[in-house]
Structure formats: C-alpha cells, structure tokens
C-alpha cells in the first residue's frame, strides 16, 4: 500500500495557500464576523512546543469559524521589544533590530510549516517605529487625559537587568526575566494611571461569562477591593507630631493592638534623618522590593521611635511606634497598626521584639481562655478581651459596629481601598519603544509634536556601557522644540505597553494614520475568542483591559467595555526533566534509556542520569522538544493531531515520543482507508451486493458524528475529537465492504473529510484533492432524523435518589417505563410491597417514585 508522503502534501498545500492568500481579512457585512486572536510571540529564534499547542488551538476553531461561514480575522503579529533582544546583543555585539528580525522571518517560517490559517497581510511588529509610532500617540493621549504622570517613588529594581520592575513582574521576590533579587530604588518614574478604573475593572469582570472563573478570580484579588476604616492615631506627649493615620481591614482588633508601624518614607522619618542607626535601617531596607511577595518573605525588620500612639478605642492605653520595613508608603498611609494575634506578619514582628500578644478573637468551638502563642488565628469567631465590643460576631458584626463608634468619636471614618497600585511603565533599557517627552532647560515637561512622530531609536547604539545605553548618546538627547532647546526622555516604556494594544492594530495594520480605523473597531471588536497561558492572567490581559477604558476615557468615538469577549487559557507542554550527577541540566538529545527506567548520558554510558519531575517546557531546564525537527520528522498534522490528543486543552500535556509516533501511524491507517475508499469510488474494486439498509448506517453514523464532532468543537474537547476520529477509522475499517451505493459512500466520506480539515487540514485537503471535489469545504450540518437514538437509558429513582437504570425504546410513554420498573428484579426485592404515592416523570431521561 501506498505510503502518506506529508512533505510532499504540506509543502503542496503550503505554496497554495500562499499564492492565493486564503485566509486574507477585509469588512464584509453581510457575513457573522469571528475575530480570533492568540497572545503573540515573542521572537526568541524557534518556535516552542508551546506555541504549537497555542496556534493548533486557535487555528482549529479559526478553520472551523470560517467553514461555518463566519467572516474570520485570525491574524499573527510579534511582541518584539524587550530585555531578551538586547542582552543577546550585548553578548554577541549584535544590532538588536537585527537580530529580532532574523528571529521573526525565521519562527514565521516555522509556524507556515504548521499550516495555520493566518492572515498574514495583517502582521506587525512592536519594534517597528509603524507601530510604535502610534504607541506614541496614545501616550500623549493618554497625557492629555491625566491618565500619565511623573513622579518619585520607590520602585523595584533588577540589578542585574539594570531595570525598574512592575509589581506584577517580580515573582516571589525576584525578576521574572533574570531571577534576581528585586531592590528598592528611588526614581522618577513614568506611571500609568490604572487604579483610577480598579472599580470598573473589578465590577466589568463579571460581565465576562465567557471567561475561565480561575482568571477573574485571580484578577479580583490582584484589584483587591476591600472595605476598611481611615483611623487617626493621636500620638502622647510629643510637640512634632500630633497624629498618624493609618488604613486598616480590621479595626475591631484594635484591642489587641501592640505596636504601630509606619514606612522608612513616611513624613515621620524626618525627625530621625540626622539619626546614623535609623539612617543604616533605612538602607537595610532598600535591599527589600516592594511587592508584598517580596515583603512576606524578608524578615521582619524594625526601628523604634521614642514616640508612642494613643488606642482610639480606649485612651488609657498606648503602644511604641516603629519604622518597619514590611509597611510601603503607597499603601493606605504608610502606617498600620500591629495586632499580632491576628496577623502572621504582626506576630513575627512582636515574637521578635518581645511586644505584647493580645487575643481578641476566640474561635466558635474555643472559651473565653482561647490564646493565640506561635500562629496567628485569622478566622471569623467572636471578640473577647474588648470590653464593650465583647460577644460581637466577627467579622459580621465586629467591623460596622467598631466603624460606627469611631466615627462618632471622630478617630476615624469609612473608607473603600484598592490593592492595585499604578502601572510603573519607566524602563532604563534602550530596545524599547521611546517615550515621546523632552524637558526644557528648566526640566519642564514637553510633549513630543506629533510632526516629530515616532520618536524613533538611535542606531549604533553601544549597549556595553553602565545603566541605560539612551543616557549616553548625545546627539540623539539634545533636540529643539519650538526653538528651544531640550533633551529627550532616555527611559522607554515597559514592553507590556506594546502587548496591551495589539489586538486593535490588528483590526487597522495598514492604516499609517491612525493607530485603528473607528469603523474597523466598530466591526471585528471584542476579539470574540482569545488564547494564552492562564500564567498572563494578571499582568498582561489586566493591562490590555485597562488600555480599552483608558482609550475610551473622554473618548465620544471609541466606545469598549471588554477587548475580550471570549478568554480560553491552554495548559502546558511538559517533559521530564533530567540532570547529571554535578547537578547540570541536560536537554533530553543528551540522554539515552534502554528500558525506560534507567537512563544515561549517551556519550558516557556510565553515568546514570537523575531523571526529575515533570515540568513545563523550559530552555533554562533544557527539557524542550524542537517542534520544527518534530514537523520535518513526522509532519505538521501529526504534530498538530498529538498536541490536541492527549489531554483537554485547558489541561498539561505531557510530550511522548510515543504518542507522537502513535499519531504519525494514525495518519498513514487514515491514509490507507482512504486509498481504499478512492478505489472503490473509482470502480477498481469490487463490492458484493449487499442490503440497502447499510447504506442508512453509514448515513446515521456520519450525522452522529457531525453533532459530535460540532458540540465537542464548540466546548473545546479537542482531545475527544481526537478519539472521535478514531471511531470514525474503524467504523469505516470494519463496515467498507458494506457499502454498495457510491454516491452515498461519496457523499458521506465527504463530510468525513470536511470534519477532519481543521485537524489535519493537510491531509483532508489532500484527500479531497484525489477525489476531485473541488466545491467550497463548509461545515457539514446535522440531520436531526439521525439523531435520535432507538434505546435510551433512564435513571429510576426511589424518594428522589438514585437506585438503577432502565433500557428504553426512545420517546417511551410514562406507562412503558412505570411497567417495565415494576418488573425489575430490584423493585420487586425491596419495594414491591410498599405503595407508590406519586411519579416523576422526565422523558428519555428519568423517572421518580414517591414510596411512603
């Protein structure tokens, strides 16, 4: 038999895509539009196994879009600025557009190769100044708006990317890029004003019906709404200070109150700015970024005042106040007040300097003789220890009534707070996109004129200097405005900036007037369906909804509440993970295994390989799979087939070769059905007569599947489309000979084909090919008269629980089945002699009996 030559098909469907530019996107407004987008590369040289699974995901549902006759954008762009770009270049005295664009033509070959539907007229790269260049303006906008501003503050510092951090960038206290140890740092700073919509972002997330739960979750708590109390804490016998106020979550433990804290910055700190200990705690803390993961896990550091804060709740009392370095001035005020039976972090502190631990929460199932010792008990329960407040249930009835009374003493009123700070967009790199502000002679601000747009990157730049290689190039600084002279801004902005966007440039690549066309929006936005790894779910699909209300702030033409409608997040592709006995990674090439158990290190069979977990593709861990060697190898739709075949799409995957291998035969078992199907079809081979109900079969069992085949498209179980197709193989394997009337073959096997084009669109298209059926491939619909089952199960319930099932004919009356019930060996066991009150009765599906 005939082998399946892939590289001979794909490259044949390749070039015929090209040539005819099939999956080319315009306005048509007689058809339903689908705008389907997945999160854009970075262009780091290959493509990843990764990517392969994110772009198989979204071209199947784009295939299937289209073929349902949708009017389909599917387009393919790069996320190319950023750090990765210019330490390479740095360390290969590279040009870094360069190098960026060799990686772009080279990963565009290889997602070509994987034969997606991408409309490749609508590419754009962030690098380039005719996308930044409208990046710019909505900056400036944005500026006019009051949505940027410049300010000192602390931020988070990579030393060794050289480079300030959002808050969402630094992960368990370090970098996300480098893994160094985030610092804090004071600089003036670009900001994004995005906490100026936390309330919108926060309430519109529940108008996203089609997003993952475990995402809006997540960006919930990132927004972090809370309801607390402003409370003002006057301070004893001191002439510099009268007060501090702090924001708190919990002002009913104010009667566990130990210790007030404030900042390093907070005004206080300049009464002790001549002191040497408080001036060397203060650098101490600078060592500690200025995320709460990073505060969570630095040990607790203080300084004590000589300064001491009255308890609102009862003036008799009072506590010493301190400079900690787990208190940030840009939340709340500055200043929390310590109640360590209730806070872990308050108690770590308070076991460390010996301050009281006071219990004033006891849990429902503990007495009055409840104490907290070495773990802070933060449950709901009931205040004790809080004189009048004593017996209140919290947090219920604690919080409001302590409000309440600290409103009427005037120490303190109501107030609603946010955990999400401002986007700190200021990045001292020079592969970026420059932000288009200059200061005058008296460091004043000046917008770029939009005549003067794109600001665009010096070339030639020497990357190998100390700090931000902009600072240092002179020429490109010193500019004139109106005659005056001016020097440009050196930092670029943050490359999240550039990602949060895109979708929009989308809809108007090829407009170099504007950064999207208003009809364009107007017609392909929301993206109805978007794709990326759930490990986006704050940083970039939160900046990329702040970006939609901020272009539509004081914006009568531009109107958004979402830019995606629909959200579907791709689990990972993982690998084992292996290392030689020093600890070293080694990339799966470098290993060998001869019984699956034990492996070694092929060019030293000797030394046993430590074979880790599985983990997440990763170049750091070397357990990546180079996707173009797998596709020269097996084939692009055998690649394609395997990453959809393993598990639910929304889950991990494990890489096999086994399984890869496994879908490779697959596709010559389909390839050998089909030679056979074309030969009969062709009259060269011979089928004895049989009779014509088989022919009814083939026609039930062809729209059966199709409604499979749709609802599981529709729900995404890709990975059951998979197992549906091979339903389909061996029905045909077994029942071909069956077959006598050819155009019913034909006709059926034509759908088949058309079912299986958004898998292995390749191979399907191939096949069609052969058999010369050259109309239009769409979706093939349903006949609902084959849909019906002839025998269908029902659940008989007793007292409304489950007991047994029953067989059916389809559409039975409510007495069929009442007879059949009555007969069952189980009824008549343990039921028979009790009266039945009342029946339930739910066609095709179930039947309750009500049994006294």
Avoid at 96 to 122: A, C, F, H, R, V
Avoid at 623 to 629: D, L, V
């Amino acid at each position: 038999m005939e082998r399946y030559n892939f590289k001979i098909v794909e490259k044949k469907w390749q070039e015929f895509w090209d040539k005819n530019q099939t999956f080319k996107s315009e306005i048509k407004k007689d058809k339903k539009k689908f705008y389907c987008l997945e999160m854009f590369p970075y262009p780091s040289g290959n493509i990843h196994m990764g990517h392969v699974r994110n772009y198989t995901i979204g071209d199947v549902l784009a295939r299937y879009k289209m073929m349902k006759n949708f009017n389909v954008l599917h387009p393919m762009g790069w996320d190319s600025f950023g750090m990765p770009a210019e330490n390479a270049a740095k360390q290969n005295n590279l040009d870094p557009k360069s190098w960026t664009e060799k990686n772009i033509s080279n990963m565009k070959k290889q997602l070509k190769k994987l034969g997606l539907s991408i409309d490749w007229n609508k590419e754009i790269s962030t690098c380039s100044s005719d996308y930044y260049k409208h990046q710019q303006k909505l900056f400036l906008e944005f500026y006019d708006k009051g949505l940027v501003y410049r300010k000192e503050n602390y931020v988070n510092w990579d030393p060794v990317d050289q480079t300030v951090l959002a808050n969402e960038q630094v992960i368990d206290g370090k970098g996300w890029r480098s893994g160094a140890q985030v610092e804090r740092k004071k600089l003036n700073q670009w900001f994004f004003n995005i906490s100026k919509f936390s309330d919108d972002l926060l309430r519109s997330l529940d108008d996203l019906e089609l997003w993952p739960n475990k995402v809006k979750v997540m960006q919930k708590n990132w927004i972090g709404k809370s309801f607390g109390c402003e409370i003002n804490f006057k301070i004893k016998d001191n002439q510099d200070i009268n007060e501090i106020k702090c924001y708190t979550t919990r002002p009913d433990t104010l009667y566990g109150m130990s210790f007030l804290a404030v900042s390093v910055d907070h005004p206080l700190s300049k009464l002790y700015e001549k002191d040497a200990e408080f001036l060397k705690f203060k650098e101490e803390c600078s060592k500690t970024g200025t995320t709460e993961e990073a505060i969570a896990q630095a040990e607790k550091l203080g300084f004590k005042t000589n300064l001491n804060a009255i308890n609102p709740l009862d003036e008799t009392l009072s506590v010493p106040v301190y400079f900690a370095n787990f208190v940030l001035m840009d939340y709340g005020f500055g200043a929390v007040f310590g109640c360590p039976a209730h806070d872990q972090r308050d108690l770590d502190f308070a076991l460390k300097y010996n301050l009281p631990v006071k219990t004033v929460v006891r849990p429902l199932d503990k007495d009055l003789n409840f104490k907290v010792k070495n773990k802070a008990y933060t449950e709901n329960g009931i205040l004790i220890n809080s004189q009048k407040l004593d017996g209140l249930k919290v947090p219920d009835e604690s919080i409001p009534t302590t409000i309440k009374i600290l409103e009427e003493k005037k120490f303190g009123n109501k107030k609603i707070n946010f955990r999400l700070k401002d986007w700190g967009i200021s990045r001292q790199r020079y592969w970026g996109c420059p932000i288009p502000i200059a200061y005058d002679e008296n460091n004043q601000i000046l917008k770029i004129p939009e005549k003067q747009l794109p600001v665009k990157l010096p070339d030639g730049v020497d990357l190998n200097v100390q700090g931000n290689p902009l600072d240092h190039q002179d020429k490109w600084k010193n500019i004139e405005i109106d005659g005056k002279k001016c020097v440009r801004e050196t930092d670029t902005l943050d490359t999240f900036v550039d990602s949060s966007w895109y979708f929009l440039r989308f809809c108007s690549s090829d407009n170099s007037k504007v950064p999207f066309n208003d009809e364009e929006i107007k017609y392909w936005m929301p993206v109805d369906q978007y794709i990326g790894g759930v490990e986006h779910a704050i940083l970039h699909l939160l900046y990329s909804r702040f970006f939609v209300k901020a272009i539509s702030y004081k914006n009568n033409n531009f109107d958004m509440k979402e830019p995606f409608d629909g959200l579907f997040t791709q689990g990972m592709v993982c690998h084992e993970t292996y290392k030689d006995q020093k600890g070293n990674w080694l990339h799966p090439d470098e290993v060998t295994s001869d019984d699956g158990k034990n492996y070694f290190k092929k060019d030293n069979l000797n030394e046993k390989v430590i074979v880790g977990p599985i983990e997440s593709m990763s170049k750091s861990k070397k357990n990546t799979i180079e996707p173009a060697k797998i596709i020269e190898q097996y084939g692009a739709d055998s690649v394609r087939l395997f990453i959809l075949s393993d598990s639910p799409p929304e889950k991990d995957v494990q890489w096999s070769e086994e399984g890869m291998i496994a879908s490779y035969k697959f596709i010559q078992k389909l390839w050998a059905l089909h030679k056979k199907i074309k030969a009969i079809l062709n009259d060269e081979i011979e089928i004895e007569d049989k009779k014509s109900e088989r022919t009814e079969e083939l026609n039930k069992f062809t729209n059966q599947m199709i409604h499979k085949i749709t609802n599981n498209l529709e729900k995404f179980n890709y990975n059951v489309i998979v197992a549906n197709f091979h339903e389909i193989y061996n029905y045909f394997s077994k029942e071909i000979n069956n077959f006598i009337k050819k155009d019913t073959l034909r006709e059926n096997y034509k759908n088949i084909l058309f079912l299986l084009s958004p898998i292995i669109p390749h191979f399907a298209q191939e096949c069609l090919s052969e058999l010369s059926i050259k109309n239009k491939i769409v979706w093939p619909e349903a006949n609902k008269k084959y849909l019906q089952e002839d025998i269908v199960e029902i659940v008989i319930q007793i007292n409304g629980k489950k007991r047994f099932t029953i067989q059916s004919n389809t559409d039975s009356t409510e007495k069929d089945v009442y007879d059949k019930v009555v007969k069952e060996a189980y009824f008549i066991k343990n039921y028979s002699a009790m009266d039945i009150k009342k029946t339930i009765f739910v066609k095709n599906r179930l039947m309750n009996l009500i049994i006294l």
